[in-house]
């Protein structure tokens, strides 16, 4: 699902989205757990909680505007 769209869109849409919510942290587990620090972890939309398979709407919305695909 992912190879859907290029990374470029996956990472730029989730750096300025308010929404953004890693999956991880949202079930509680911290990023500890990821043996990294949250400001050095890579913000995509499919780590995102929103995504759903690629049908967050917010996401769906800013991919038109980046010339859609
Ligand atoms: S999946 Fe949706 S809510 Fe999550 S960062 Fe991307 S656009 Fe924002």
Known sequence: ???LYQEEQLRGIAEECQEF??????MGYGFSMLNVAPERFLRR?????????GSCNIFLHEKAEWGGQ
């Open 1 to 3: 699902m992912d190879n």
């Open 21 to 26: 919510e890693h999956v991880i942290s949202a």
């Open 45 to 53: 939309c499919p780590d995102c909680v929103h995504w759903l398979g």
